[in-house]
């Protein structure tokens, strides 16, 4: 019986389909493996180990690109590496492959003539080492092996070109042999469980191509540092474990060390399994900083995101002690009243008007999940008053509270809320004024903190509210509620935004104004794989997303489907409708069964075209997307 997720040669041998599927594997201290299936890495972000390097910056660092493996018998080779230059691929080693599974760990199998060579790929949990264990299946005549590694030692948003900067010495250590090729980089140790000989051929490789890049209008040819290679005698039924790494490794222990990696895992077996394993890979523990990474392979970490995710990443598997660990982390970079939008400590950025009051909804979870609400009052109601008197008053960005009780923000050239595209023309979608979800969750935050308070000033502020959002925002004309409202000036496009207004824990909309809020939603921007950024009917929807930077910013949140909306929309309805909504959102949710074979195999992409097939696009895992569907799916048993 073949596992939940596996691909047999036919799918594997064809470039079409393969180079469409890959892999993202991450330990907890912010370390990754990505390429596709077969092993080519088709974008500048792939690379057998990308790590972060403190000491030069905060971004992360393809050290390892990847590696080509020779099998040799009676003094013939066959390269079961693949790679795209210019007008062709070679070598073509994916013509080897038997089939892909991906239980417990990515494991590629390659038939050469008699020989049948299996491939398994793992990190370790706490080093930024990655291993890969060959073992020999069948083989009739003795058999080498021969490692050939691909050096980047480069941040992952560039590319290498070939210079004479590089440092092209190497040091021999056990089993193998170690690389710096610039002083401020960390050292990387290539080492095998078994002794081998390096064989030093130092040679640049030009212009590998990365296709995923050309597609997105970037530059996408790099050239690579291949320093020579390893070689060993490989027996039927051995098992040799090549580890990469910033520390050496002692060989002894590697098979033991590769068991432990294989007992940890969560196994791969049905969607739900899928769901909780890339749950974890977004999770980020390093120099005592507990953090969420928002998407593989290029984003860091975001205040919006990171507490719109934590609960369905962190609770809904559970994990409550890990959950407070972020918290507790995100408020060290608390500045006033608003949280970074991208990064912490010096390179931070806090346009987001939102995040500040996500992180109420955030809390509020726990407390659902846990019970306790004594800890978030002890731990947090400080900085949650600070945040509402800031808004009160007024912060940055003209982000400020009007004589209504709504809240109004905005400042020329700067998006302020998720909608928040910029092209060198400014923000696609500037959204200044009050935009429709942060009256709701500005009204949310005043009644939690009431709540754990007890302070009536916020009781009677929310009530206020209320009574505003009411008046400026819905019209029985149109049946739904504006997205922005600036003075007398009000946008009526059909956006996801309002749907906020029917899910958050203190609801700012009535029942029946609930209803045909989440029917509009249903109607016009609903998809098998989450909501649309704007209705179809819209003059300026676009249905796919594609193309250089600014066609796809333009594109981004006017039409592209975005999946972490799904739990948003599940939780009003399942609230208005109850056990006659479980079918339906039941369904909904086993439509992302069929996403776990495409684009990012095992996760849930960052986003969709608005059109249909809805393909995937953007970021191949994304933490919000997987975080929502799991609370869904909590939202769903507890009917």
Same mark, same amino acid.
């Given at each position: 019986?073949?596992?939940?997720?596996?691909?047999?040669k036919?799918?594997?041998?064809?470039?079409?389909?393969?180079?469409e599927r890959?892999?993202i594997r991450?330990?907890?201290?912010?370390?990754?493996t990505?390429?596709?299936?077969?092993?080519?890495n088709?974008r500048?972000?792939?690379g057998?180990?990308?790590?972060?390097?403190?000491?030069?910056?905060?971004q992360?660092h393809?050290?390892?690109?990847?590696?080509?493996?020779?099998v040799?018998?009676?003094?013939a080779?066959?390269?079961?590496?693949?790679a795209?230059?210019?007008?062709?691929y070679?070598?073509?080693?994916?013509?080897?492959l038997?089939?892909f599974?991906?239980?417990?760990?990515?494991?590629?199998?390659?038939r050469?003539?008699?020989?049948?060579?299996?491939k398994?790929?793992?990190?370790?949990?706490n080093r930024?080492r990655?291993m890969?264990?060959?073992?020999?299946l069948?083989?009739?005549?003795?058999?080498?092996l021969r490692i050939?590694?691909?050096?980047?030692?480069?941040?992952?948003h560039?590319l290498?070109?070939?210079?004479d900067?590089?440092?092209?010495?190497?040091?021999v250590?056990?089993?193998?042999v170690?690389?710096?090729?610039?002083?401020?980089?960390?050292?990387?140790?290539?080492?095998l469980?078994?002794?081998?000989?390096?064989?030093?051929?130092p040679?640049?490789?030009?212009?590998?191509?990365?296709?995923?890049?050309?597609?997105r209008?970037y530059?996408?040819?790099?050239?690579?540092f291949?320093?020579g290679y390893l070689e060993?005698?490989?027996?039927k039924?051995e098992s040799?474990?090549f580890?990469?790494?910033l520390?050496?490794a002692d060989p002894?222990?590697r098979?033991?060390?590769f068991?432990k990696?294989?007992?940890?895992?969560i196994p791969?077996?049905n969607f739900?399994?899928?769901?909780k394993?890339?749950a974890g890979?977004?999770i980020?523990?390093?120099?005592?900083?507990?953090?969420?990474?928002?998407?593989?392979?290029?984003?860091?970490?975001?205040?919006?995101?990171?507490f719109?995710?934590?609960?369905?990443?962190?609770l809904a598997?559970g994990?409550p002690e890990?959950?407070?660990?972020i918290m507790?982390?995100?408020s060290?970079?608390?500045?006033?009243?608003l949280?970074?939008?991208i990064?912490?400590?010096?390179?931070?950025?806090m346009?987001s008007?939102d995040?500040p009051l996500?992180?109420?909804?955030?809390?509020?979870?726990?407390?659902?999940?846990?019970g306790d609400k004594?800890t978030?009052?002890d731990?947090?109601?400080?900085k949650?008053?600070?945040?509402?008197?800031g808004?009160?008053?007024g912060?940055?960005?003209?982000?400020?509270?009007l004589?209504?009780?709504?809240?109004w923000?905005?400042?020329?050239?700067?998006?302020l809320?998720?909608m928040d595209?910029?092209?060198?023309d400014?923000p696609?979608t500037?959204?200044?004024?009050?935009?429709?979800?942060?009256?709701?969750l500005?009204?949310? %935050?005043?009644?939690?903190? #009431?709540?754990?308070?007890g302070?009536?000033e916020?009781a009677?502020? *929310? !009530? &206020?509210?209320?009574?505003?959002f009411?008046r400026?925002?819905?019209s029985w004309?149109y049946?739904?509620?504006?997205?922005?409202?600036?003075?007398?000036?009000?946008?009526?496009?059909i956006?996801?935004?309002?749907l906020?207004?029917?899910?958050?824990?203190y609801?700012?909309?009535?029942?029946?104004?609930?209803?045909?809020?989440l029917?509009?939603v249903?109607s016009?921007l609903?998809?098998?794989?989450?909501?649309r950024s704007?209705?179809?009917?819209?003059?300026?929807?676009?249905?796919?997303?594609?193309?250089?930077?600014?066609?796809?910013d333009?594109?981004?949140h006017?039409?592209?489907v975005? %999946?972490?909306l799904?739990g #948003?929309?599940a939780?009003?309805?399942?609230?208005?409708?109850?056990? *006659? !909504? &479980?079918?339906?959102?039941e369904?909904?949710?086993?439509g992302f069964?069929?996403v776990m074979?495409?684009y990012g195999?095992?996760?849930?992409?960052?986003?969709?075209?608005?059109d249909?097939?809805?393909?995937p696009?953007?970021?191949?895992?994304?933490?919000w997307?997987?975080a929502?569907?799991?609370?869904?799916?909590?939202?769903v048993?507890?009917i």
């Amino acid at each position: 019986m073949s596992s939940y997720i596996h691909f047999d040669k036919s799918q594997l041998i064809n470039l079409n389909y393969s180079l469409e599927r890959e892999i993202i594997r991450t330990n907890r201290s912010g370390v990754y493996t990505s390429t596709t299936i077969i092993g080519c890495n088709t974008r500048k972000y792939h690379g057998l180990l990308v790590v972060p390097q403190p000491q030069i910056d905060s971004q992360n660092h393809v050290m390892l690109s990847t590696v080509h493996e020779t099998v040799i018998q009676h003094g013939a080779s066959f390269n079961l590496g693949i790679a795209k230059y210019p007008g062709n691929y070679s070598p073509r080693g994916h013509k080897y492959l038997e089939d892909f599974d991906s239980e417990p760990i990515p494991k590629l199998t390659y038939r050469v003539g008699g020989v049948l060579l299996q491939k398994e790929l793992i990190l370790d949990s706490n080093r930024d080492r990655v291993m890969i264990r060959y073992t020999l299946l069948e083989a009739h005549s003795p058999t080498t092996l021969r490692i050939q590694p691909f050096l980047a030692f480069r941040g992952y948003h560039q590319l290498q070109k070939a210079n004479d900067r590089i440092n092209k010495a190497y040091e021999v250590v056990a089993n193998g042999v170690k690389f710096q090729l610039y002083p401020n980089y960390d050292p990387l140790y290539m080492q095998l469980s078994k002794e081998a000989t390096f064989h030093s051929q130092p040679d640049w490789y030009h212009n590998l191509e990365y296709i995923q890049e050309r597609e997105r209008g970037y530059d996408y040819q790099e050239d690579l540092f291949v320093p020579g290679y390893l070689e060993f005698e490989i027996s039927k039924g051995e098992s040799v474990i090549f580890s990469a790494g910033l520390t050496d490794a002692d060989p002894e222990t590697r098979a033991n060390a590769f068991s432990k990696e294989i007992a940890r895992r969560i196994p791969r077996n049905n969607f739900e399994n899928c769901l909780k394993n890339s749950a974890g890979q977004f999770i980020r523990q390093r120099d005592g900083e507990v953090r969420i990474i928002a998407g593989y392979p290029w984003f860091g970490w975001w205040g919006r995101d990171t507490f719109i995710a934590a609960p369905g990443l962190t609770l809904a598997t559970g994990e409550p002690e890990t959950f407070l660990a972020i918290m507790d982390t995100m408020s060290k970079d608390l500045k006033g009243a608003l949280f970074p939008n991208i990064g912490s400590g010096d390179y931070t950025n806090m346009t987001s008007i939102d995040a500040p009051l996500w992180f109420f909804w955030s809390l509020q979870q726990y407390i659902r999940y846990t019970g306790d609400k004594k800890t978030i009052q002890d731990r947090y109601l400080s900085k949650l008053r600070g945040i509402l008197e800031g808004y009160k008053e007024g912060t940055d960005f003209n982000i400020h509270m009007l004589p209504s009780g709504l809240i109004w923000g905005g400042q020329e050239g700067v998006a302020l809320t998720w909608m928040d595209a910029i092209t060198p023309d400014g923000p696609v979608t500037p959204r200044m004024g009050c935009p429709v979800e942060i009256q709701a969750l500005w009204y949310n %935050a005043l009644c939690f903190y #009431h709540e754990l308070s007890g302070e009536e000033e916020y009781a009677a502020l *929310a !009530a &206020k509210v209320k009574e505003s959002f009411d008046r400026e925002f819905w019209s029985w004309d149109y049946g739904y509620l504006a997205d922005v409202v600036d003075g007398e000036e009000k946008d009526w496009s059909i956006r996801p935004n309002m749907l906020f207004a029917t899910s958050l824990p203190y609801r700012i909309l009535e029942e029946e104004k609930c209803d045909k809020v989440l029917e509009i939603v249903k109607s016009k921007l609903l998809t098998p794989r989450g909501l649309r950024s704007l209705s179809p009917d819209d003059p300026g929807y676009k249905g796919y997303y594609f193309g250089n930077q600014i066609s796809r910013d333009q594109a981004y949140h006017n039409g592209t489907v975005w %999946a972490w909306l799904l739990g #948003h929309f599940a939780q009003g309805y399942l609230r208005l409708h109850g056990k *006659a !909504a &479980k079918i339906f959102v039941e369904k909904i949710i086993k439509g992302f069964d069929g996403v776990m074979t495409q684009y990012g195999v095992g996760t849930v992409a960052e986003i969709y075209d608005g059109d249909a097939p809805h393909r995937p696009k953007g970021s191949v895992s994304q933490a919000w997307s997987i975080a929502e569907l799991l609370r869904m799916i909590d939202l769903v048993k507890q009917i």
